[in-house]
T-cell receptor
Framework: DGGITQSPKYLFRKEGQNVTLSCEQNLNHDAMYWYRQDPGQGLRLIYYSQIVNDFQKGDIAEGYSVSREKKESFPLTVTSAQKNPTAFYLC????????????FGDGTRLSIL | AQRVTQPEKLLSVFKGAPVELKCNYSYSGSPELFWYVQYSRQRLQLLLRHISRESIKGFTADLNKGETSFHLKKPFAQEEDSAMYYCALSGGRMDSSYKLIFGSGTRLLVRP
C-alpha cells in the first residue's frame, strides 16, 4: 500500500526538549515537504527537500531542523528554540521535476506538557 | 506578496443546492492552482488542479486570471461533500521550490 506514513500521531514535548517527527514515503518521490497547520490558518511551509542530502528552509524554519539521508525519509526535529511548537504537522511528497500535486500523510499533533 | 485568500470559514448549504467556494490569489506570475479536500478522519488529498481542466466528483474550478480567482463550484451539493476545502497555488516552474501556498480553508457543510 503506497503512501506517506507519519509517526507518531500524537506527541508531547516538555520544556527544553527536542522532539523528532517521522515521515516515510514509498512512492519513490524525489521531493518532500513539512508543513505546519494552526487553527484557522492554512498550511505553512517549514522545510522542503528536492533531493537526498539537500534541503531548503521554507517560510517558518526557525526552531526546526531536518535531514534527508534517504530518499524515502524526511524527519523533522522541533527544537527547544521553537517557542510555540503546539500545532498539527503535515508531511508531503511529490515527483520532482516538474512538481505536480503533493501527497500528504495523516499528520502528527504536537502538544506541550 | 504571494497569498491565497478563502474569505469564508464556513459555508452551509442544503442538499441539492449549488455550491461555490471562493478562492482569490495574489501572485506575480502564472501560478498553478489546486483545490485540496480533507474529509472527516481522512488525510488531505488533491481534488483538482486547473491545468487538468477536469471535473472531479462533480466539482469544477475555472482559473480567472483577470480576477485572480479560482472558485470551486458544484451545481448540486451532496451530503458526502461535507469536508474542509483548501485552495492552494504553486509557482510551478517559476518557483524552484514548487512549494504550495495554502489558503486558510473553508468548511463545507451540506445539510439533508
Amino acid at each position: 500500500d503506497g503512501g506517506i506514513t507519519q509517526s507518531p500521531k500524537y506527541l508531547f514535548r516538555k520544556e527544553g526538549q527536542n522532539v523528532t517527527l517521522s515521515c516515510e514515503q514509498n512512492l519513490n518521490h524525489d521531493a518532500m515537504y513539512w508543513y505546519r497547520q494552526d487553527p484557522g490558518q492554512g498550511l505553512r511551509l517549514i522545510y522542503y527537500s528536492q533531493i537526498v542530502n539537500d534541503f531548503q528552509k521554507g517560510d517558518i524554519a526557525e526552531g526546526y531542523s531536518v535531514s534527508r539521508e534517504k530518499k524515502e525519509s524526511f524527519p523533522l526535529t522541533v527544537t527547544s528554540a521553537q517557542k510555540n511548537p503546539t500545532a498539527f504537522y503535515l508531511c508531503a511528497s511529490s515527483m520532482f521535476p516538474p512538481g505536480g500535486p503533493q501527497h500528504f500523510g495523516d499528520g502528527t499533533r504536537l502538544s506541550i506538557l | 506578496a504571494q497569498r491565497v485568500t478563502q474569505p469564508e470559514k464556513l459555508l452551509s448549504v442544503f442538499k441539492g443546492a449549488p455550491v461555490e467556494l471562493k478562492c482569490n490569489y495574489s501572485y506575480s506570475g502564472s501560478p498553478e492552482l489546486f483545490w485540496y479536500v480533507q474529509y472527516s478522519r481522512q488525510r488531505l488529498q488533491l481534488l483538482l488542479r486547473h491545468i487538468s481542466r477536469e471535473s472531479i466528483k462533480g466539482f469544477t474550478a475555472d482559473l480567472n486570471k483577470g480576477e485572480t480567482s479560482f472558485h470551486l463550484k458544484k451545481p448540486f451539493a451532496q451530503e458526502e461533500d461535507s469536508a474542509m476545502y483548501y485552495c492552494a497555488l504553486s509557482g510551478g516552474r517559476m518557483d524552484s521550490s514548487y512549494k504550495l501556498i495554502f489558503g486558510s480553508g473553508t468548511r463545507l457543510l451540506v445539510r439533508p
